[in-house]
Structures are given as C-alpha cells and as structure tokens.
Nanobody
C-alpha cells in the first residue's frame, strides 16, 4: 500500500502562486509515476500533470502548460506542483495520485493510489 498526503492548498488572488506537496509513504517502489488531478464543483476530475519517477519526464495538460511545474524530491518521496499565474478557472480540489499500469497516465484509471485532496481557491 501507498499513502499519499497532499498539502499546500490555500486561497489566493488571481495572478498569485501556490506550491502543492504530495508526500508518499509505504511501498513507494510500487508505482512508476505520480500525477496531479483536479476537480471543480460540478465537473469531472481533470488531469493536470504527470511525472515519471525514473526518467523525471513530465507531461502537462494544455490548460496549465507554461504555468504549472511538477517536480520531485526522491529523498523525501515527495512530488510538488508549482502553480503560477493562477486564475479563477484553477479553483478546484487538487488530488495527488500514484500509479503503475497500462492505461495512459492522463486517465484516472492509470492510478492505483490517491490522496485525500487539497483545496485551491483563486479569487478574481
């Protein structure tokens, strides 16, 4: 089992920045990639970004490309999501996830473990 704990969610003004953290514990060798998803009220869960542990390759949704950066600290088993130039459209609960499998890493089905989520609210 893998436990994921997110932190860093907050309320900010448009144009501001936040950094989310996701600390993993347990069988941290049992996943190949970690990702961030978000879900706004009344909307489906949306993929945001993915990082592959070994290669450090990163991938982003078009809606966040150039504004968000996913990174990792292997020594701490922690993944970060640096979010800049935030807008009201970024308001959502942000979830960290870890996975290993055959599904594309943009899909929730590709992830075996999920955190509890952290709220990000951006006001205009």
């Amino acid at each position: 089992q893998v436990q994921l704990v997110e932190s860093g969610g907050d309320s900010v003004q448009a144009g501001g920045s936040l950094r989310l953290s996701c600390a993993a514990s347990g069988y941290t060798y049992s996943y190949d990639y970690m990702g961030w998803f978000r879900q706004a009220p009344g909307k489906e869960r949306e993929w945001v970004a993915t990082l592959y542990k070994t290669s450090s390759a990163t991938y982003y949704a078009d809606s966040v490309k150039g504004r968000f950066t996913i990174s990792q600290d292997n020594a701490k088993n922690t993944v970060y999501l640096q979010m800049n130039s935030l807008g009201p459209e970024d308001t959502a609960v942000y979830y960290c996830a870890a996975g290993r499998g055959i599904f594309p890493a943009t899909l929730p089905q590709a992830y075996n473990y999920w955190g509890q989520g952290t709220q990000v609210t951006v006001s205009s």
